[in-house]
Every structure is written in structure tokens, then in C-alpha cells.
């Protein structure tokens, strides 16, 4: 009896769309295929930044911090010198020339001008809350045309308020090329009207109340126009005119 065999037949479905061949049309099977390549996309780097310095945050503190308290400072003293000037009204002194004798003018046997004159001049303070003391390095000179005759010393003292004080001061002076200077002065003489400069270099500190405040210089010039410059004669002043400034 024969073996009937049941073969089992693949069931194609024809409404199926047809595969693309696994190998292009026109190339063999023997050829290799390229292996599929897979291209990563880059990673983007993140730079992480630093984290900030403390202490250069407190650096910045710390100026500003300094710069306000100078502020304020400044703030402060100018409001304290502002009251300080508006309670006490300073005033600065003021000088008048009282009396000028020579002693002395002429020439000594190396041809230099010798001078000694005595000038007597009146230091006035015309503030009513504030004194002055006058400190020692005061000086007190006589000039002719830009030329130092004879300076002087001031004395140490103190000027209460609104005081007048007057003073005695010698002045002595030694003058290279006498004879050209003494020639000129002779010829001013004739005239009847020889111009001087008197110029006052005073250290003086200010007493507020019971403080007595830094020193400050006073500086006063005198412009004086005299009759004569005989020694031993009485001398006529014809014309005065001072001013006065402060340095500090």
C-alpha cells in the first residue's frame, strides 16, 4: 500500500508588496557588503565656571565701606570748621608802622652795605573770642627794590582779645655790592621820597576758648615811602600801605 506523503506548500500572499533584494541588481554575491555605520552626534562641552572668590567680594566691601567713612569724615570736618567760622568771626591780625630810625647805613672796607635800623610797629588783634600766640621763628625785615637790607627777630608772645601790642625790633643787615646799591639810594634820596618794603613772617597758633589750634603763618608786607635815610636823623614815614594773608 503506498505511502501517500502530505507536503506542506508555502502560502504566498500575493497582495503583499514585493521585498527589495537583500544585493542590489548588478552586483554579485561574492561582493562585501559595507557594514552599516552608526555616527554619534558630538556632545556639547559645558565649561563650568568658577565660583567666585570670597575674598575678593570682601575686598570690594571693605573699599567702599572705606570710601564712605571718608566721605563722612570729610562731611564732618567741614561742617565743624563751617560752625567753628560762623561762631567765632576769625579776623586776621593786622601790623602798623609806628616809627623807623636809622642807626646805621653805609659801606663797610669790602665794599658791602651794612644797615641797622629800628623799626617800631603796632600788632593789633581784632577778634573778640579769639588769641593768638605769636611763637618763636618770627621775623621782621626792611627791603629796598627787591634787596634784603636788615631783618630782625620778633618776640614770643601771647596777644589776648582785641589787643593792641607794640614793638621794638633791631634789624641788622650785611648787603654784597654796597657801593652800586648805595649809589642808588643817594640818588632815590634827592628825591625826597625813597619807597621801602617792611614784610612781617609771623608763626602764630589760635586760641579757641581753652584749645590752642595748629600753627599758621601770618604774612604781612608793609609798603612804606620815607622822606630820608640819614642815619641818627628823625625820619618821616609819608605813605603806609599793608596787607596781610594766612598760609598755611
Known amino acids: 500500500m503506498a505511502d501517500h506523503h502530505q507536503r506542506i506548500h508555502p502560502v504566498v500572499d500575493v497582495e503583499a508588496p514585493p521585498t527589495a533584494p537583500l544585493v542590489p541588481h548588478g552586483s554579485s554575491t561574492s561582493e562585501k557588503a559595507s557594514p552599516v555605520q552608526f555616527i554619534r552626534p558630538p556632545i556639547?562641552?559645558?565649561?563650568?565656571?568658577?565660583?567666585?572668590?570670597?575674598?575678593?567680594?570682601?575686598?570690594?566691601?571693605?573699599?567702599?565701606?572705606?570710601?564712605?567713612?571718608?566721605?563722612?569724615?570729610?562731611?564732618?570736618?567741614?561742617?565743624?570748621v563751617g560752625i567753628l567760622y560762623l561762631v567765632f568771626q576769625p579776623k586776621?591780625?593786622?601790623?602798623?608802622?609806628?616809627?623807623?630810625?636809622?642807626?646805621?647805613?653805609?659801606?663797610?672796607?669790602d665794599m658791602s652795605l651794612y644797615a641797622e635800623f629800628d623799626v617800631k610797629i603796632t600788632a593789633y588783634n581784632p577778634n573778640n573770642k579769639i588769641g593768638i600766640y605769636y611763637e618763636k621763628g618770627g621775623k621782621l625785615s626792611v627791603w629796598y627794590t627787591n634787596t634784603k637790607l636788615c631783618d630782625g627777630v620778633l618776640p614770643k608772645f601771647y596777644q589776648g582779645h582785641q589787643n593792641k601790642t607794640v614793638l621794638q625790633v633791631a634789624l641788622t643787615g650785611q648787603t654784597q655790592y654796597g657801593s652800586t646799591l648805595m649809589t642808588a639810594l643817594q640818588q632815590q634820596q634827592q628825591t625826597g621820597r625813597i619807597p621801602l618794603d617792611l614784610k612781617v613772617d609771623a608763626p602764630v597758633a589760635i586760641k579757641l576758648g581753652k584749645l590752642k589750634l595748629m600753627k599758621v603763618?601770618?604774612?604781612?608786607?608793609?609798603?612804606?615811602?620815607?622822606?630820608?635815610?640819614?642815619?641818627?636823623?628823625?625820619?618821616?614815614?609819608?605813605?603806609s600801605n599793608c596787607r596781610y594773608r594766612l598760609k598755611l
Do not use: M, Q
Not at 556639547?44 to 563722612?72: E, R
Open 44 to 80: 556639547p562641552v559645558i565649561h563650568a565656571k568658577p565660583p567666585k572668590s570670597s575674598t575678593s567680594s570682601s575686598c570690594c566691601k571693605c573699599i567702599c565701606w572705606t570710601i564712605s567713612l571718608l566721605l563722612l569724615l570729610l562731611v564732618i570736618i567741614g561742617a565743624t
Open 92 to 109: 586776621l591780625p593786622t601790623y602798623s608802622v609806628d616809627s623807623l630810625k636809622i642807626s646805621r647805613l653805609g659801606l663797610n672796607f
Open 217 to 239: 603763618r601770618v604774612l604781612g608786607e608793609c609798603l612804606l615811602v620815607v622822606d630820608s635815610l640819614s642815619a641818627n636823623n628823625a625820619i618821616t614815614i609819608k605813605a
